[in-house]
């Protein structure tokens, strides 16, 4: 029978149980429904807490174990909302036990391009750009700084999304998807991720020729005559090729990573790159 105390609230340290059950929703991850499997282990602390039966703890972990799938840190946010949910059912019966899974199939899409952008399209780029940019000088700060970036970045974010997601339950994303935040915060984004990730191209990719030639008495440096015009020409344009024929060819990656070894080493050895 299910516990209808309404004053047996979550503890923090239940919170925190759930917390870290949450960190890993993808250790089971499957082709058939995805992180499911990781949002029922989240739940348990839940389910054991308001369902005594094992018959209403079957229930639970069932309902849960439909196809979910969302960007692995954001996913802390209907993790967090499903249990104040399946709290308030427990307690007060005064929802559905169907509208948890539509909460979180709703929440689905628009919290995935969220973390898509904002995440691994604006934040991870931004500070693995800035690691490498610091190691290709021999600096360990480098990869020190990705790995202490990322590392804030995911456990606060879950922290965030568990703690604040229970608290605020399913009114707190439902507000920021009917006010546009959303949407605006992924195209901002994704602007965003474009400009950052531009402005690493001369660090990031190294190309320049070695090609001269002669005019009168004078010896013209191809390289030096681009870098006078625009400078890191040649990363910029290698880089826009590989864009178009991932984006618009849909060339494989590996496929072009050979070619593009095949060009360096072919290159340097007619004495045409250095």
């Not at 009114?171 to 901002?188: A, F, N, P, T, W």
């Amino acid at each position: 029978m299910s516990r209808n105390n309404e004053t047996n609230k979550l503890t923090r340290k239940e919170l925190w149980s759930i917390y870290f059950r949450q960190i890993f929703i993808r250790s089971a991850l499957n082709f058939e429904r995805h992180q499911a499997m990781g949002f029922a282990n989240s739940m348990i602390p839940v389910i054991r807490k308001y369902y005594d039966t094992k018959e209403e703890q079957a229930e639970a972990l069932k309902r849960h174990m439909e196809l979910f799938l969302t960007q692995p840190m954001v996913s802390a946010i209907p993790v967090g909302i499903a249990a104040a949910m399946e709290e308030r059912y427990a307690t007060k019966k005064d929802i559905e036990p169907e509208s948890i899974n539509a909460v979180k199939t709703a929440l689905m899409g628009p919290l995935a391009a969220l973390g898509d952008s904002l995440i691994n399209g604006t934040l991870r780029p931004l500070l693995a750009g800035f690691g490498i940019a610091l190691a290709m000088k021999g600096s360990i700060a480098g990869p020190l700084i990705f790995l202490i970036g990322m590392t804030i970045i995911t456990l606060g974010v879950r922290y965030y999304g568990v703690f604040k997601g229970y608290e605020g339950g399913a009114k707190m994303v439902e507000d920021l998807h009917k006010s546009g935040l959303i949407s605006k915060l992924s195209e901002l984004s994704a602007v965003a991720a474009y400009v950052v990730i531009g402005g690493f191209i001369p660090q990031i990719v190294n190309m320049k020729t070695t090609i001269e030639y002669t005019a009168g008495e004078a010896v013209i440096n191809l390289q030096e005559t681009l870098d006078g015009l625009i400078p890191g020409i040649l990363p910029l344009g290698i880089t826009i090729l590989m864009y178009y024929l991932l984006t618009r060819k849909k060339a494989s990656p590996i496929l072009l990573m050979v070619l593009v070894m095949l060009f360096g080493v072919v290159g340097v050895y007619l004495n045409i790159l250095g």
